[in-house]
């Protein structure tokens, strides 16, 4: 898809790059898989059943559980009349759009395809951005869509996913159906069990580290190619400070039930207090993006 969003390649070149390394590990995955179970079928065909799933399900996954639903022009025409006008600039098809009504603020995008891409925003975003803020976050949202990181992100967490789910399965059946068992293939049943675990363990640690990687990378990325389509990195760098400050007024419960989704957020939905998201955040801290900002902001300066 060609719009008017500049090509990153550096972007493109880290999408690759961790796709590439992620194919390998899985390989040595579904190897792995394989040689403990002994039984390709099963596992190949849990893992073909698994990605179709995300990979064609992931728009509707996304809306169900953040409670979002797709919303029409009459409904919310000040919404649609602000990415009419960014994806006109942008020369690009414009997302479907939906909107959450909850009071964390906040905005992702997701789809398997720039057809199919959603454009989500909450009701406690609008709330609190004026007009050239919300345009600035949804000029970022777009850029995510005309790149197709949200699609790699939708593929490359599929693994982790998958190796979460199996080291899941792996310890309850353990924990649950393994009591029973006496003697020598109970042990032996035991001991795969735990190998599944320990495999599954590690393919989940490498797969977390390099799209964490790549969605801090991802998120700068974003910021800049919407500050250049708005021409205003003031207004994207005045929503990031709003948002970041509103989202630590969040109940704390709230916080935790929507980290799950912080790769796609606009600003991650971070709890207060030591936690994994914090030690490996899917963005970059706040201070690293508005600097980046008031770089364009002074770039823009001197070329006008």
């Not at 090509?7 to 579904?30: E, G, N, W």
């Not at 509707?60 to 953040?66: E, V």
């Not at 997701?110 to 600035?136: I, Y």
Request: net charge positive; aromatic share 8%.
């Amino acid at each position: 898809m060609r719009t008017r969003f500049r090509p990153d390649h550096q972007l493109t070149a880290r999408m690759l790059v961790t796709l590439f390394l992620l194919a390998l590990v899985y390989v040595a995955f579904i190897v792995a898989l394989v040689v403990l179970i002994k039984s390709v079928v099963i596992v190949v065909a849990i893992a073909a059943a698994l990605l179709g799933v995300q990979f064609w399900f992931s728009d509707r996954i996304a809306l169900y559980a953040m409670g979002a639903r797709i919303v029409t022009a009459q409904e919310e025409p000040h919404l649609h009349g602000m990415v009419d006008r960014l994806c006109a600039t942008a020369d690009m098809p414009k997302p479907r759009v939906a909107v959450a009504d909850t009071e964390l603020p906040n905005a992702f995008a997701t789809g398997r395809s720039t057809k199919r891409a959603v454009l989500c925003v909450t009701t406690g975003l609008t709330r609190r951005l004026d007009t050239e803020e919300l345009e600035g976050v949804l000029a970022h949202e777009l850029s995510h869509v005309a790149h197709r990181d949200v699609v790699v992100m939708t593929v490359a967490s599929f693994l982790g996913v998958v190796a979460g789910l199996i080291a899941r399965f792996a310890f309850y059946s353990g924990l649950f159906g393994g009591g029973g068992r006496r003697g020598r293939d109970g042990q032996q049943i035991f001991l795969l069990i735990l190998a599944v675990m320990a495999v599954s363990a590690a393919v989940y640690a490498i797969s977390f580290l390099l799209i964490r990687a790549l969605s801090r990378y991802r998120e700068l990325a974003a910021d800049r190619a919407g500050a250049m389509l708005t021409g205003r990195p003031s207004a994207l760098a005045s929503a990031l400070t709003k948002v970041s400050g509103e989202i630590s007024q969040i109940p704390t419960r709230d916080l935790r039930a929507a980290e799950a989704f912080n790769a796609f957020f606009f600003a991650p939905a971070l709890a207060p207090g030591l936690s994994l998201s914090s030690l490996m955040s899917t963005h970059p801290t706040l201070q690293t993006r508005l600097d980046q900002l008031a770089g364009l902001s002074t770039e823009l300066e001197q070329t006008s």
